[in-house]
């Protein structure tokens, strides 16, 4: 594979963790000096008592960092121009030493999975990455909230980042910890992930919702909330809200504290909620919706239209509607609810600026697709049942 002076990205995928040393020996010693972009990936760790190069980035408590090798780290050499770190595991959380915040000092795109945000390490990491454009953390299966006393952690500020992606598998107090911890002024992309609907919040849930829309995690309804408080990210332009199980009044909240962003993935009811208030969020001008149905679409787009605040594209599964570049241009000037409407072209699913279908086909797509995942389904928090993960959401 040639000398690692000549790699400029690496992908490496062990299926057990044993086979990790003779690489690390490697990599260690042999510095890849241009290397700009890492993926580590392992999917089985295995814990021998009596080698501790099984715990190289791994550890069932912190304080096994003190036991390890420093020569036995995965990153124990230095990475002058690397600038992407992906690093993922399916049986272990990821610890962070000291050693990495002086070895990794040039990132602009860093995703772990899962994540340790407990962790001082990974906040000296940060730390020592001001430059940082793009953070994914990941919770995984392997949180443990008294690993350490989060309130020890100082918060981080990145003021370079602009795109923030948090996946938690059941916790919202977790999520709340890593916001708060990461201070981002000038975000403009935010996701907030979680694969576990049915367990996800409670009032941690209404606390994350509280921290979001006026940057406290006391909740509003406790009587403590200030109204002086400001949003968490005033900069933020995209929100992917799909994963995000929230109530409506919670739901509402945020679009209220975000009247400034342009782009917005909702589940289907959560657009529903939103066009009950059509003059929330003004400047929106994509909302993508996977799973609503073509009479859905257009009930949102009249009910915009006429509240003077018409939006220039709705995407959905199987195709879009969305106003033509000419009328985008003069998108101020459009008028009545009945001209903007007439307006709007139906594009089936292609990439292409030309209109590519009309109504009869975008139906039909829709319809194919619901039908090929009709048995999938999700827990519904406003009137807590099961729904049908399309339809019923």
Request: proline share 6%.
């Amino acid at each position: 594979m040639g000398g690692a002076n000549r790699w400029r990205s690496l992908l490496v995928r062990f299926p057990e963790s044993d086979l990790l040393p003779m690489f690390i020996g490697y990599l260690n010693n042999n510095s890849p000096a241009y290397l700009r972009l890492l993926h580590f990936e392992c999917a089985s760790w295995s814990f021998n008592q009596t080698d501790d190069t099984d715990q190289l980035i791994l550890a069932d408590d912190l304080e096994d960092i003190v036991r390890i090798n420093p020569s036995h780290f995965l990153l124990g050499s230095s990475f002058p121009r690397l600038r992407v770190l992906e690093l993922a595991s399916f049986s272990g959380s990821f610890i962070f030493p000291p050693q990495w915040a002086s070895l990794l000092t040039t990132l602009r795109v860093l995703s772990i999975t899962p994540s340790s945000p407990y962790s001082t390490g990974l906040t000296g990491l940060l730390r020592s990455n001001p430059q940082l454009e793009s953070l994914s953390l990941q919770s995984g299966d392997f949180y443990r909230p008294n690993i350490q006393d989060h309130s020890t952690i100082q918060p981080v500020l990145l003021s370079a980042l602009r795109s923030l992606y948090i996946s938690a598998v059941d916790n919202a107090t977790w999520v709340i910890h890593v916001l708060s911890t990461i201070k981002a002024p000038n975000l403009t992309q935010l996701t907030i992930q979680s694969f576990n609907r049915c367990v996800f919040g409670g009032n941690a849930r209404e606390e994350l919702v509280s921290y979001l829309a006026y940057g406290s995690n006391t909740s509003i309804g406790s009587g403590n909330w200030d109204s002086t408080y400001a949003p968490a990210y005033p900069s933020l332009k995209s929100f992917n809200t799909f994963h995000f199980p929230c109530r409506k009044k919670e739901f509402t909240d945020l679009m209220k504290s975000m009247p400034q962003i342009t782009h917005l993935i909702a589940r289907r009811k959560q657009a529903e909620w939103l066009s009950e208030a059509p003059w929330m969020v003004p400047t929106l001008e994509l909302l993508e919706v996977p799973h609503i149905c073509i009479d859905g679409a257009m009930k949102i787009l009249r009910l915009r239209a006429e509240a003077s605040t018409p939006i220039q594209s709705i995407k959905f599964q199987g195709g879009s509607i969305r106003l033509p570049t000419s009328c985008v241009k003069n998108f101020d000037s459009v008028g009545n609810c009945g001209k903007t409407m007439s307006q709007y072209e139906y594009h089936s699913h292609a990439i292409t600026t030309e209109v590519t279908g009309d109504l009869k086909s975008v139906q039909q797509r829709l319809e194919d697709f619901s039908k090929e995942y009709e048995d999938r389904s999700e827990y519904d928090l406003e009137d807590n049942r099961r729904d049908e993960f399309f339809d019923g959401d």
